[in-house]
């Protein structure tokens, strides 16, 4: 009776550690991503905080969505604010790389002095 009782204690722990192999496998898979963010039915409108843990879609909460308002076209600058389909969200503004001297190609591409933004490209048209 002794060893029976101990062998399923020892059935339990071995079991206990293939339970956290197993987590710490998810974990890892995750790329870093904590398990709280990983679940889906935790949501910032409900916890803030969430959205400024490691690993999260960005510091800002829309429509119970982490973002980045800074960048997001969707939610540029504020929440619901949509880019243009030709515009791009560089630092909270929607603006259009192809012509937009300070954000030619993409944010934060900017143009010499005396040249200007044409398709995308700096001095493409000189």
Partial sequence: MRWLKLIMLLAMII???????????EAASLGGVSRFLAERSIKCNKYPKICRARGSSGPDC????????GTDRVNCG??????KFSEICCKGKCVNPFTHKKH???????????TKCTFGLCSYAN
């Avoid at 206990?16 to 197993?22: D, N, S």
């Avoid at 829309?62 to 308002?69: A, G, H, S, T």
Wanted: charge should be positive.
């Fill in 15 to 25: 079991l206990m550690l293939a339970e956290v192999e197993a987590a710490e496998a």
């Fill in 62 to 69: 829309c429509k119970k969505r982490c973002v980045n308002v």
């Fill in 78 to 83: 504020r929440c619901g604010h949509k880019c």
């Fill in 104 to 114: 030619c190609g993409g944010c934060g591409n900017k143009c010499d002095q005396g």
